[in-house]
């Protein structure tokens, strides 16, 4: 099955990134269903997605006719049942391996044999997952990066179980959404982007926790002689406190490492609710309406 296979689209998750690969995959033609347990979820969803075109129309990015065609393609349902036509479904709902695997059970019966099942997940490898379906040659991970509306590389990634095939035409559909894939021949958690990134986000929290330096300056040399377009701590809030916390939640578990717990700092955060721009204070505070969601 090449790329010429996949006519409908499926995203599972309305929040943060699901939202935005739906919006992705729909300007670039495909029609899409967006489905979330979640009936409030998927409102925000209309509106986050209502909000973040219109700015891209005013500064002529889309035509008005162009948004609103990309809108008619998508479908919001609370209802599994609606991808019955599936061709490639990708899943960002909440990062939780139990959840992931209950879903792609459900997703497994109710897609089309020959349907893709890809895992949008920062950090499971779906080796994880594959093993509950009966088609683990077409498992496999298809990894955005937060503003999926903006960022243009997507991380594909072949588990030992994933076909050739699976692997080249999600390739191809990256490339159709017009996005740049770049592909893990072997899986590993957390992929290139993520792994590299932990190890930067590690040092700093190091750095403030021992009292070398503020949150500010660390930020600052990153930003200014490292000449990165954001500094670590700016970047927690944007993708969400809660987000480190968990990813560092799971590789504890794995590891049973206390090294890999999640940090201090971070772990007071998310127990007083202070995520980042979700909640409009974090490392930083941010103005609420201006909060990204
Ligand atoms: P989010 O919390 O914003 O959204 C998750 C959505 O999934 C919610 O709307 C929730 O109602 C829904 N949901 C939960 N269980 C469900 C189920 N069984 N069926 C259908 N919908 C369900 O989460 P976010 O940040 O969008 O993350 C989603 C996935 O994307 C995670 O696996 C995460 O690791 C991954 N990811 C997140 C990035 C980020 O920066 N936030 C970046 C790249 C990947």
Do not use: W
Request: proline letters at 3%.
């Amino acid at each position: 099955m090449g790329i010429e296979s996949i006519k409908n689209v499926a995203v599972i998750g309305a929040g943060t990134m699901g939202s935005q690969i739906a919006m992705v995959c729909s300007l670039a033609g495909y029609p899409v269903t967006l489905q979330d347990v979640s009936a409030e979820s998927l409102e925000k969803a209309k509106q986050f997605l209502g909000i973040q075109m219109e700015k891209r129309v005013k500064k002529g990015r889309f035509t008005a006719e162009a948004v609103e065609a990309a809108f008619s393609r998508i479908t919001f349902t609370a209802s599994l049942h609606e991808l019955k036509e599936a061709d490639l479904v990708i899943e960002a709902i909440v990062e939780k391996l139990d959840v992931k695997r209950e879903l792609f059970k459900k997703l497994d019966e109710i897609t089309p044999p020959h349907a893709i099942l890809a895992t949008n997940s920062s950090t499971i490898v779906s080796s994880k997952i594959a093993d509950v379906t009966v088609r683990p040659e077409k498992v496999c991970n298809i990894h955005f990066f937060n503003p999926a509306l903006v960022m243009e590389l997507v991380e594909v990634v072949k588990g030992p179980h994933t076909s050739v095939e699976t692997a080249q035409t999600s390739m191809d559909f990256v490339k159709k959404i017009n996005k740049l894939p770049v592909l893990l021949n072997k899986e590993i958690s957390g992929f290139i982007a993520n792994r590299i990134l932990g190890k930067l986000m590690d040092e700093a929290v190091y750095l403030l926790e021992n009292g070398y330096a503020s949150h500010e300056e660390i930020d600052l040399v990153c930003t200014k002689a490292l000449n990165h377009p954001i500094g670590p701590f700016a970047l927690m809030d944007l993708t969400g406190i809660d987000v480190n916390y968990f990813v560092r939640m799971q590789r504890y578990e794995e590891s049973g490492n206390e090294r890999d717990k999640p940090a201090r700092i971070v772990q007071e955060k998310v127990e007083n609710g202070e995520l980042g721009r979700k909640t409009g204070k974090g490392f930083y505070t941010y103005d609420q309406k201006a909060a990204v969601k």
